[in-house]
């Protein structure tokens, strides 16, 4: 058996709604998953041994503490490379050479570009020092939020509305490429084919196309992804890192998560 | 026998005030007009002696206004980098007294004459603050439309401001042609080229450089602005000098002028008052000079021993800490948390461990 780690912060659960459809597919993978509380590098403790343990209590239900010296891989998945503080840049700012939109004060691309710069690069030494620079590593972004996110606070996903999107999003994929192909792990963007339109991902793999009838959506459901996003995002992880493709796919991963449908 | 000297205060006999840096000696260094607590709204704004000023002033916990601020989404470096937080403005430095009241006619005016523009291999540059946007912007619309948001808060700290904090750093100066804008620094040094017929080098006189400051009060009071000012000196020389004459020479001439201006509107005008910023960084009167190894720039003992003695004459205490009688500092403006989902969505995790 070939063992993975999935190891993040909430966006993990994507996976983990998508585990039994995984284990299927890839009959040789053993999973397991850790969330890191708060998602702070700062709350885990990664011990000599290879132990990952968290500093502070783990919410009831989850481990606090894995052994990745006994994995073969590791995905660090919903790495934030601080897009919020794109999103906040162009919540607050007009982009000079962009479409205004009202904004009272404007700053300059070359600004975005330095700001971005060293925001990505702070965000790719703190995973460096995380976990040592592994190389069994592979780290992913967060994945964009979904299309129909409508009530997401504007500072959350500011290029959402922004009618420069695709530039706005290019210029922060451009720069964590960059910084993150100065360190030893792997880096995989979210694939094309989970991507809706520049910095957003499609309405059907979010988490609110999954909730029943009696229930609203709000905001994370919006920005947090289901189950076939999940194995979606894990069958591609597997085809480019591990070479692997899966064996059978016979159901979405939602509905045997929903309705305990075995593939 | 009676001499006029006879009942004169201590500060006034330089043998038992100089080579002094004791609170006593630097508090009897300046006598100030009118009082500033640390709530009064400062604005700074000058050469680039006025950055420290700013910075100190920041530090020791007195009201400077901020009109582009810019801490709450970057580190001070690449503030600074984009002239942003230097000074109550994004104006870049402002060495002379026309640039300054050039500076206040186009922040109160509502149709001011345009800026030149600059150009350095495909980039353009606000000729009149060409360094605080290093590489430049893409078109002139953005110089024009960056420059017209600066004018805008420039005005909205003329209008808050209680007291104006200038430096004055040069006499010497490029006058554009077309516009007849003072230029902070020669074209074809950041951007553009220099071309004789589009400007000219010009060495203000004792007589502009008191004009220029008298027509700035006059533009702020005929907007209903109250601002008084404090004037200060550059301690720092120039660079370099296009008169002809030796750049030492061309120092003292712009340092004495300016000087010389300052001294007569504080003895004669209400609304003018001079700290001794370039005595105490330049002489001996406080154990100095504090000029670093190039003779040019203060040093960082220099600059606080400057702060140290603006608190302590305005009765304010030392700059680290406060002086008992001292209102509280201005709480800075909090910064806003980063938007983050995580703390919510810990419930979506465990719902998909739960499962």
Not at chain 1, 210 to 239: C, I, V
Request: charged share 20%; with cysteine.
């Amino acid at each position: 058996m070939t063992r993975v780690a999935i190891i993040g912060n909430s966006h993990i659960g994507a996976y983990m709604m998508a585990r039994e459809a995984i284990e299927v597919a890839f009959p040789t993978l053993e999973l397991s998953f850790f969330a890191l509380p708060r998602h702070s590098f700062a709350s885990c403790h990664y011990d000599e041994s290879g132990v990952l343990i968290a500093r502070e209590p783990a919410a009831e239900g989850l481990p606090d503490r894995i052994d990745l010296n006994e994995q073969d891989h590791i995905l660090l998945a919903g790495q934030s490379f601080a897009i919020s503080g794109l999103s906040r840049m162009i919540d607050d700012f007009d982009i000079l050479g962009l479409p205004a939109r009202g904004r009272a004060r404007s700053v300059s691309w070359a600004l975005l570009e330095e700001f971005l710069d060293f925001r990505i690069e702070r965000h790719c030494q703190k995973l460096a020092r995380f976990l040592r620079g592994d190389p069994r590593c592979v780290v992913a972004p967060t994945p964009f939020p979904a299309d129909g996110a409508a009530d997401l606070p504007e500072q959350a996903a500011g290029w959402l509305h922004h009618p420069a999107a695709a530039a706005l999003i290019g210029l922060w994929s451009k720069t964590v490429a960059f910084h993150m192909s100065g360190l030893p792990y792997g880096y995989m963007p979210q694939p094309d084919h989970l991507i809706e339109s520049p910095g957003r991902s499609a309405a059907a793999h979010a988490r609110a196309a999954a909730l029943g009838p009696d229930k609203t959506p709000s905001a994370p459901d919006y920005t947090h992804m289901n189950s076939d996003y999940g194995f979606a995002h894990f069958e591609a992880f597997a085809r480019q890192w591990l070479g692997l493709e899966p064996e059978c796919r016979t159901h979405s991963p939602r509905k045997e998560y929903d309705h305990g449908l075995g593939p | 026998m009676r001499s006029p000297y006879q009942d004169l205060p201590e500060r006034a006999f330089w043998r038992s005030c100089v080579g002094r840096d004791d609170d006593a000696a630097l508090a009897q260094l300046w006598a100030p007009k009118a009082g500033i607590t640390r709530q009064t709204a400062l604005m700074t704004i000058g050469s680039c002696f006025a950055q420290h000023l700013h910075r100190a002033l920041v530090r020791g916990g007195w009201h400077v206004l901020q009109g582009e601020d810019m801490s709450a989404h970057m580190p001070t470096n690449l503030c600074h980098r984009f002239g942003y937080n230097l000074f109550s403005g994004r104006y870049g430095n402002v060495y002379t007294a026309r640039q300054f009241r050039q500076l206040i006619e186009q922040a109160l005016s509502p149709d001011p004459v345009p800026a030149p523009i600059w150009e350095r291999q495909g980039r353009f540059f606000d000729a009149l603050r060409p360094t605080v946007e290093p590489e430049g912007l893409g078109h002139p619309d953005e110089v024009a439309q960056s420059r017209k948001e600066h004018l805008g808060a420039v005005r909205a700290v003329l209008e808050n401001t209680e007291c104006i904090i200038v430096t004055l750093g040069l006499t010497e100066s490029w006058i554009d042609t077309a516009s007849g804008y003072a230029l902070p620094t020669a074209p074809g040094t950041v951007a553009g080229d220099h071309d004789p017929a589009c400007e000219t080098f010009h060495n203000f006189t004792h007589g502009e450089v008191l004009e220029d400051l008298k027509a700035s009060r006059d533009l702020l009071r005929a907007a209903g602005l109250p601002a008084r000012f404090i004037l200060t000196v550059s301690p720092v020389p120039l660079v370099a000098t296009a008169g002809g004459d030796h750049v030492a020479s061309a120092t003292a001439y712009s340092k004495a002028v300016l000087r010389a201006v300052c001294g007569e509107l504080q003895m004669s005008d209400p609304d003018f008052d001079y700290f001794p910023a370039y005595e105490i960084i330049t002489t001996t009167i406080a154990r100095g000079p504090y000029l670093d190894q190039f003779a040019r720039q203060p040093t960082d003992d220099g600059v606080q021993l400057v702060l140290r003695t603006f608190s302590l004459a305005l009765g304010a205490g030392d700059t680290a800490g406060k002086g008992p009688e001292d209102s509280p500092a201005i709480p800075p403006v909090p910064v806003p948390a980063p938007a983050d989902d995580d703390t919510i969505c810990e419930e979506i995790l465990l719902e998909a461990f739960r499962k």
